[in-house]
């Protein structure tokens, strides 16, 4: 499936007052929001997409190949952005985070529980914790922790011990033999029971918490003044931690009080839309 950028029009009013130099987006996926910042933005001179999947990368060049001359690639973190930057500042920085559509559609990556594939989950195959080790390598305690504190997975006791249980007789390596573990002890509802401990897994293979700190840090250092950091998360914890992050830095003017929502239209359009969080920012000092 084609990835369809969320909020963008909200992004784009972001930084419509901004007269940008230098933009750093960390998540630059299929580069939908790309595009239209540079459509919006011709006064751009260096573009900096970052994303740590070499897939995603391969896509936004075609899809940018129009400002090839602006654009500089970046295969890595986010988290990075200080050594790629090497004392520059921006006048824009934008992430917008979580898994992309061709992540979840690709399933022999194991981000989805809907098809049959090695627990891997890394957004960076060349990182080196997949989500097998996590299964078969993690205690008990630490499974339980992680899907109660990434996942918020009411279960999260009862998961880590099944899991331990079956590993015993033999290590869990695909995505199916999970969800068949855990089938027996997770809440049916609405939603597929493994969605959360699918989650779980995913945030701590990608260190996503430890990502968007670090990151946020490193990008609100980086600014220039008036700069801008905009945001969208995908889940309540991540987007606690923007809104703590934003709160309490004092270099910082909030310019979204409240968290952006997508109208119901885009969420008609595009569910993934559906938990979208953006939040803004402009550097002050
Ligand atoms: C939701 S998609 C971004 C889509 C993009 N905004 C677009 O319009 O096409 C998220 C992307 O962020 C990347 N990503 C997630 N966490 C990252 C991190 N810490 N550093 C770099 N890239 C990251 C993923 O690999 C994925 O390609």
Not at 32 to 39: N, R, Y
Not at 162 to 188: D, G, N, Q, S, Y
Request: proline share 4%; net charge neutral.
């Amino acid at each position: 499936m084609e990835h369809v950028p969320v909020l963008l029009n909200e992004v784009l009013r972001a930084f419509e007052e901004s007269r940008l130099d230098v933009f750093f987006e960390g998540t630059v996926g299929a580069g939908g929001h790309a595009k239209a910042i540079l459509e919006a933005h011709p006064e751009i001179r260096r573009y900096l997409a970052c994303d740590r999947d070499k897939s995603a990368i391969e896509i936004a060049k075609k899809q940018l190949q129009p400002w090839w001359e602006k654009v500089e690639w970046i295969h890595g973190p986010f988290a990075e952005l200080e050594n790629y930057l090497m004392h520059q500042k921006i006048d824009g920085f934008f992430i917008d985070i979580g898994v992309s559509s061709m992540q979840f559609d690709e399933g022999s990556r194991g981000f989805s529980f809907r098809s049959d594939a090695p627990l891997d989950m890394r957004m960076d195959k060349e990182s080196s914790v997949t989500a097998e080790e996590l299964v078969n390598e993690l205690s008990e305690t630490e499974l339980a922790r992680i899907f109660f504190e990434y996942g918020e997975e009411f279960r999260s006791r009862a998961a880590a011990r099944t899991i331990v249980m079956a590993r015993k007789k033999r290590p869990i390596r695909t995505t199916f033999e999970l969800t068949a573990i855990l089938e027996p002890v997770l809440r049916k509802g609405k939603v597929h029971f493994a969605t959360k401990v699918f989650q779980a897994l995913r945030i701590a293979v990608n260190d996503e918490l430890g990502q968007l700190k670090k990151g946020l840090t490193a990008a609100i250092q980086s600014l220039a003044p008036n700069g801008i950091v905009a945001v969208i998360s995908f889940h309540s914890l991540e987007d606690r931690i923007v809104k703590w992050m934003f709160r309490e830095d004092e270099r910082l003017e909030i310019l979204t009080k409240k968290p952006i929502e997508a109208t119901r239209e885009e969420v008609k359009k595009n569910p993934r839309a559906r938990s979208a969080k953006l939040r803004y920012a402009r550097k002050i000092i």
